[in-house]
Nanobody
């Protein structure tokens, strides 16, 4: 079993920055990817950014150039640095981990609110 715990959400004004962190614990023999998804009010959950083992990073077009994802395999941690935040970035942000056997795990989410 894998547990993911997110931290770092909060309320910020438009143009500001936040850094989200996710710590993974448990049995993780091999990780395919770690990333961040979000679900805004009345919207479906969407990919924000992901780091795939041996295959680099992917970002949603809506956050390219503003968000940066980083991963520390020694501590099984993935961070999301969010700059130049916009009101449309308001959402619950979820950490995701995919193992080599394709099992997916999710954190409980952390709320980000960007005021205009």
């Amino acid at each position: 079993q894998v547990h993911l715990v997110e931290s770092g959400g909060g309320l910020v004004q438009a143009g500001g920055s936040l850094r989200l962190s996710c710590a993974a614990s448990g049995s993780m023999f091999s990780i395919n990817a770690m990333g961040w998804y979000r679900q805004g009010p009345g919207k479906q959950r969407e990919l924000v950014a992901v780091i795939r083992t041996g295959a680099g990073t992917d970002y949603s077009d809506s956050v390219k150039g503003r968000f940066t994802i980083s991963r520390d395999d020694a501590t099984n941690r993935v961070d999301l640095q969010m700059n130049s935040l916009k009101p449309e970035d308001t959402a619950v942000y979820y950490c995701n981990l995919e193992l080599a056997d394709w099992r997916n795990y999710w954190g409980l989410g952390t709320q980000v609110i960007v005021s205009s």
